[in-house]
């Protein structure tokens, strides 16, 4: 009879970074893995104490990197199944999640229960979905596939698979753009507009995934951002605002997961946009937001019946999840601001706070008007008062001095408006013709600026001289490249010579107003 | 001004069985990693001399698996770039294929031109696209969101990416089977009869990816099946026939790449299928197929509509493509023949061609209604004399002597089937009742054959006692597990004792007749 194999291995870590998916390394030689009968890819369950993780199986034939008898982990999975190194692991066949035949339901086009959304989202929150099970998640419930009543649940499911922040008042504030447009950096003067009126804007925000900057990026040039809630906590009581990474928070586990998947797909459906927002906000205690839909040619939306579309599913679900929600398109023809990249977007807000007359007038407007919807869930305050108080508060220098109150309380950090610290390689791009700026692409000087070196290098990014409607003649520069390394000066120039995201052409061609809210 | 990057790193070998898909691994230290802003999981572009491909990155903090200035890539890739370890290779950020901008219409439901179709498997082929975003592929053309001519078009670029054989006679002939019923091994029937009459049949099969036993598996119990396309061809030409496994032949380059992901999802959507079968079925030079596609409530297809919908779409294709397909939708209740697992199976194949008395009767009968069908195939054998003419084939003696003849050519193992080498741990699964076997579950015999070893202990699996309609009592055997070591009989027995697969009830119960063709 032969012999049965040893029952466990031996821990050993392997740094590889499996960005949030549970992969284990095992040795083709492995005598577990023949006697299992083990395939590359399958899915096991390991096990160690009391804990058992589901992880993806990575075969091995090199003995530099797991010995025969051991298990390679990440140093995630060492952290989950709570173990060190050399502790005593069991692998086995795993029985894939049960919400895996949900998935198969959804892929096959048929509607899911208000349980199923939950058992796929706990499980997903759980890791137990590999890389290939969550890209499948989110191509099938992309698009027009999810209904309204699908996305409320899953919304529902994604808050509560986290942690739910209880401010124990009301109204807890907030503000957020569905992104795509770089600059755009109205966190940064509606929190001190807001928190100077003296409502609660406890503001959490990502960094950059796919874009030159995120408010979190930004923010970082002048405060500490890596806040730990209980640090954070006292400065928004005292202060009525922050600006700070919400990554530490954990708000919404799920979402944190498969964002791993949806970047590299650059997939961002409707359902799954407003699930990850709305998720996050109800987590961090929100009780009313003001949501920016931008609408442009090379925005996230593109056309105005996509964007009521959008505002109306945004609505649906915040309505039945408690939530209070102003949804406003905005334009998103262009960038707003002058610059994209960190440094260059934190010098932007500080003119605006510090009522520089050379500041960015778009980027006054927008964040005023922003403040001013958010100023309005103040019931005190009279319908259509809010923009009008918004500039009282920023042009009397309230909104600069609580934003200097909230920078030193975050950890102040060293910068100069007037002379920020830019990355000193530059490369003008100039217009080729002679006429007016009838057009700007958001994606390509975004990835212009992210090839500068932003938001890596703080002060990389662009730099913009020019703006839809101006008047511009040949050899003009419409913007300076600015780069911390010869190598990505010269990718983000190349990238610029092929394209520089601006038409110049007859007045006539300008792109036309949109019909939007603001 | 900063030092620009090395430009070059040294490609080191890094053993991780990727399925066929380009990974690199960088380490988070090496100073290319931060110039170029890399992100993990992020595409990038490796070059050596003229060559380039496309990979996933995977970011590492480990120097055991590669140093500072090196970067680590797969044997495949190493093949690929033509390269020996140590080569300087450069590695730059990748644009993404191009034609990920048409998953993403096929992600948002656009239908997809022929060109773009084109193009799509293209990439694939050579690699380009990541796992994610084969998953993305797969989805989005799963169950009806390929029409008619999108599948026609996905073959035909499937064969377009791969060799096309010409056998320069015709017909050339093949039989294959959609597969998902236990045992079931016809072709192994269907190749020595039809080459017995002298028609051209070149079978190659796959080895079991998900099931217990393929016809490459079970085949090569008796004789190689691992025989290089140059081995194979005059042994065709001086038998009529073989039976080999096709993966030494790459007939279809992307349904390679791709069944690393359509696996693990087990996503077999009818377009996919289509295009999978039939890009196979035209690289290797076949000009008239039988198709097999059983339907029952544990098989692949369990509708009646949607068998006829496969079917016509299969004719569609094949059609358009100049093959003449012979679709047949046949009884999928439960598994036929005896045995499941690989020596099991080889048993009830031998004793259908040794005209033994206790051979299988379903067996025999599908193998020669299937012979018969190909049989007529033939120009001179009049419509409906096919099955005659098998049955004289098999009962002469005459197709176990070509079977002889062909497991001599390629390579006789020693097999006794009178005393087949079964695993030698058994369980017998006894019935929980008297009645009559009213449902067989296919799925989970071929569960617990798989878990008892099967195929990769040969003579593991499952051997049945009984089938449909049997009278059984309480306490009688059912069937016997198979095992070669203790913990897999262990697997299967606990699996079994949650569901025996069998369903005894009473007759009036009994799954009824299926108005299939045979």
Same mark, same amino acid.
């Given at each position: 009879m032969p012999a049965p194999p040893p029952s466990a291995l031996a821990a050993r870590k392997v740094a590889?970074?499996?960005? %949030?998916e549970n992969v284990v390394y095992l040795r083709r030689d492995c005598p577990v893995y023949r006697a299992e009968g083990f395939q590359a890819l399958s899915k096991v369950e390991v096990s160690a104490n009391s804990s058992t993780i589901l992880a993806v199986l990575n075969v091995v034939d090199d003995a530099r990197i797991v010995g025969e008898l051991e298990l390679g982990l990440s140093e995630e999975a060492f952290a989950l199944l709570g173990i060190e190194e050399g502790a005593r692991v069991h692998v086995a066949h795993a029985e894939p999640p049960v919400s895996i035949a949900s998935l198969k339901r959804k892929i096959a086009g048929e509607r899911l229960s208000r349980g199923e959304l939950a058992a796929m989202v706990r499980d997903i929150a759980a890791h137990r979905y590999s890389k290939i099970e969550l890209a499948a998640f989110l191509v099938a419930t992309a698009k027009m596939e999810l209904d309204h009543d699908e996305v409320l649940h899953l919304t529902e499911a994604m808050v509560g698979v986290g942690r739910r922040h209880d401010w %124990?008042?009301?109204?807890v504030v907030d503000k957020h753009c569905i992104g795509g447009i770089p600059g755009n950096r109205t966190s940064m003067l509606v929190v001190p507009i807001v928190a100077a009126h003296g409502m609660l804007i406890p503001k959490t925000s990502s960094r950059a995934i796919t874009s030159p900057a995120g408010s979190a990026n930004t923010m970082a040039c002048l405060a500490d951002v890596e806040l730990p809630f209980d640090r954070m906590e006292p400065i928004v009581r005292r202060h009525r605002g922050c600006l700070v990474w919400g990554g530490r928070a954990a708000l919404s586990p799920a979402d944190d997961v498969l964002i791993a998947v949806s970047r590299p797909l650059s997939l961002d459906s409707p359902g799954q946009m407003v699930a990850s927002i709305l998720s996050k906000k109800i987590a961090a205690g929100s009780t009313h937001l003001v949501l920016d839909i931008p609408l442009g040619p090379t925005a996230k939306v593109r056309h105005m019946s996509e964007a009521q579309r959008l505002k109306k599913l945004f609505e649906y679900v915040a309505r039945h999840l408690g939530l209070t929600l102003d949804a406003v398109i905005t334009d998103g023809r262009q960038p707003i601001g002058r610059g994209i990249g960190p440094v260059l977007e934190a010098r932007d807000v500080l003119q605006v706070l510090n009522n520089d007359p050379a500041a960015p007038a778009d980027l006054r407007l927008k964040g005023l008007r922003l403040a001013g919807r958010v100023l309005e869930f103040d019931p005190d305050l009279r319908g259509g008062d809010g923009f009008s108080v918004a500039r009282d508060i920023l042009d009397s220098g309230r909104a600069l001095a609580r934003m200097n109150a909230i920078i030193d309380a975050q950890g102040r950090r060293d910068f100069d408006w007037r002379r920020p610290n830019l990355a000193p390689l530059v490369h003008e791009v100039v217009s080729d013709a002679d006429g007016v700026v009838t057009d700007i692409d958001n994606e390509r000087l975004a990835r212009i600026a992210r090839l500068a070196g932003a938001p890596n290098a703080e002060g990389a990014g662009v730099d913009l001289f020019h703006k839809l409607g101006d008047a511009v003649s040949r050899g003009q520069p419409l913007y300076r490249i600015h780069s911390a390394s010869t190598s990505e000066l010269e990718f983000a120039r190349r990238l610029a010579s092929h394209g520089a995201g601006f038409t110049i052409g007859p007045a006539a061609d300008a792109s036309p107003e949109l019909p939007v809210e603001f």
């Amino acid at each position: 009879m032969p012999a049965p194999p040893p029952s466990a291995l031996a821990a050993r870590k392997v740094a590889i970074d499996t960005y %949030r998916e549970n992969v284990v390394y095992l040795r083709r030689d492995c005598p577990v893995y023949r006697a299992e009968g083990f395939q590359a890819l399958s899915k096991v369950e390991v096990s160690a104490n009391s804990s058992t993780i589901l992880a993806v199986l990575n075969v091995v034939d090199d003995a530099r990197i797991v010995g025969e008898l051991e298990l390679g982990l990440s140093e995630e999975a060492f952290a989950l199944l709570g173990i060190e190194e050399g502790a005593r692991v069991h692998v086995a066949h795993a029985e894939p999640p049960v919400s895996i035949a949900s998935l198969k339901r959804k892929i096959a086009g048929e509607r899911l229960s208000r349980g199923e959304l939950a058992a796929m989202v706990r499980d997903i929150a759980a890791h137990r979905y590999s890389k290939i099970e969550l890209a499948a998640f989110l191509v099938a419930t992309a698009k027009m596939e999810l209904d309204h009543d699908e996305v409320l649940h899953l919304t529902e499911a994604m808050v509560g698979v986290g942690r739910r922040h209880d401010w %124990r008042e009301t109204p807890v504030v907030d503000k957020h753009c569905i992104g795509g447009i770089p600059g755009n950096r109205t966190s940064m003067l509606v929190v001190p507009i807001v928190a100077a009126h003296g409502m609660l804007i406890p503001k959490t925000s990502s960094r950059a995934i796919t874009s030159p900057a995120g408010s979190a990026n930004t923010m970082a040039c002048l405060a500490d951002v890596e806040l730990p809630f209980d640090r954070m906590e006292p400065i928004v009581r005292r202060h009525r605002g922050c600006l700070v990474w919400g990554g530490r928070a954990a708000l919404s586990p799920a979402d944190d997961v498969l964002i791993a998947v949806s970047r590299p797909l650059s997939l961002d459906s409707p359902g799954q946009m407003v699930a990850s927002i709305l998720s996050k906000k109800i987590a961090a205690g929100s009780t009313h937001l003001v949501l920016d839909i931008p609408l442009g040619p090379t925005a996230k939306v593109r056309h105005m019946s996509e964007a009521q579309r959008l505002k109306k599913l945004f609505e649906y679900v915040a309505r039945h999840l408690g939530l209070t929600l102003d949804a406003v398109i905005t334009d998103g023809r262009q960038p707003i601001g002058r610059g994209i990249g960190p440094v260059l977007e934190a010098r932007d807000v500080l003119q605006v706070l510090n009522n520089d007359p050379a500041a960015p007038a778009d980027l006054r407007l927008k964040g005023l008007r922003l403040a001013g919807r958010v100023l309005e869930f103040d019931p005190d305050l009279r319908g259509g008062d809010g923009f009008s108080v918004a500039r009282d508060i920023l042009d009397s220098g309230r909104a600069l001095a609580r934003m200097n109150a909230i920078i030193d309380a975050q950890g102040r950090r060293d910068f100069d408006w007037r002379r920020p610290n830019l990355a000193p390689l530059v490369h003008e791009v100039v217009s080729d013709a002679d006429g007016v700026v009838t057009d700007i692409d958001n994606e390509r000087l975004a990835r212009i600026a992210r090839l500068a070196g932003a938001p890596n290098a703080e002060g990389a990014g662009v730099d913009l001289f020019h703006k839809l409607g101006d008047a511009v003649s040949r050899g003009q520069p419409l913007y300076r490249i600015h780069s911390a390394s010869t190598s990505e000066l010269e990718f983000a120039r190349r990238l610029a010579s092929h394209g520089a995201g601006f038409t110049i052409g007859p007045a006539a061609d300008a792109s036309p107003e949109l019909p939007v809210e603001f």
